[in-house]
């Protein structure tokens, strides 16, 4: 099916960033649809964004050339199960966004040879800054690769892998990612207001900070080890500051800590597909 309409499965956070990031690109609201269990969101979101609106799943995948599913990985299980059959007779491209929950899976789900595209994105996708890895399963046409990334790259940067495997490495790396810049600037911001900062200056330093190192590092083609070395004078403030880090095992414990995040991403990716299993179990 081709007509061009995107229905979103579930309208919370991201499913309003999405459609917020798609018409802000100019998409016709007319040619995006919603369905959700919660009819007070779809209120607001029919206010907000003059799109159309609806309780009915189902009805969501009949109408629409993609389909994206946003809603928790727990629940994916039933709602993906719950679209199998308007699925498998109008065929549209489904999107799932739901962290950790595979492509074999959501396969199985549907029952048949569907064309599946898995995105991994973070959290910054909520400010139009989000970091989105996208996995293609063999049944999705260049055109529905096309589609499915502009979808998510209404709300920040994307890129595709081959190996589906690899989205645990992406969750260990952007989908966890931010936790692990807010924690720099939690410590920095401690450490600032031990130096005899107001907490807000300490906050307001810290933050614009991070931005503007990220920035820096987003506008350079140097890599982020030259823009450190270039800001590093030898003898200098910032280079003790470093010195001070390495010595402690930054390295070696941002390793440690990445592995942790990828191993824990294999083990959900596991759970959630038993869950669906003990739910086939009970059908
Ligand atoms: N938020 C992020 O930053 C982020 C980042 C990366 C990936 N993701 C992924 O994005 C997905 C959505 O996250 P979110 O933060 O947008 O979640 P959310 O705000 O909880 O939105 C999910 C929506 O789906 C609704 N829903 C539940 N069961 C449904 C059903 N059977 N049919 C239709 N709608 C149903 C929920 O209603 P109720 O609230 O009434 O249950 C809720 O409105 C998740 O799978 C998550 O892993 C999110």
């Not at 995105?119 to 046409?141: C, E, Q």
């Not at 936790?179 to 900062?197: D, K, N, S």
């Amino acid at each position: 099916m081709t007509n061009g309409i995107i229905s979103f499965i579930g309208g919370g956070n991201m499913a309003t960033s999405l459609i917020g990031g798609l018409i802000a690109d100019g998409r016709d609201p007319a040619s995006l649809y919603v369905s959700d269990v919660d009819t007070a969101k779809l209120e607001a979101l029919a206010d907000t964004f003059r799109i159309q609106t609806s309780s009915d799943n189902e009805e969501a995948v009949r109408l629409a050339s993609a389909v994206v599913f946003a809603v928790k990985p727990q629940d994916m299980a039933a709602v993906v199960k719950g679209v199998a059959v308007p699925g498998k007779a109008h065929r549209p491209l489904f999107v799932s966004i739901a962290a950790g929950v595979r492509e074999p899976d959501i396969l199985r789900w549907l029952g048949y040879d569907a064309a599946i595209v898995r995105s991994m994105p973070n959290t910054p996708a909520l400010v139009s800054s989000g970091a989105t890895a996208l996995y293609a399963n063999p049944f999705v046409s260049d055109e529905q690769r096309n589609l499915a990334e502009s979808v998510l790259r209404a709300v920040g940067l994307t890129l595709w892998v081959d190996d589906e495997g690899l989205l645990d490495a992406v969750t260990a790396v952007s989908g966890s990612g931010p936790a692990y810049y807010f924690l720099l600037m939690e410590c920095m911001e401690r450490a600032g207001i031990a130096l005899g900062l107001s907490k807000d200056h300490a906050r307001m330093l810290t933050i614009q900070t991070a931005f503007g190192a990220a920035k820096m590092a987003l506008e350079s083609s140097d890599p982020p080890a030259t823009l450190r070395t270039r800001v590093t004078s030898p003898g200098g403030t910032t280079e003790r500051a470093l010195d001070t880090l390495m010595a402690g095992g930054m390295e070696h414990l941002v390793h440690e800590a990445l592995h942790a995040a990828h191993g824990r991403s294999v083990e959900l990716g596991m759970e959630f597909g038993r869950n669906g299993e003990a739910d086939e179990e009970g059908d």
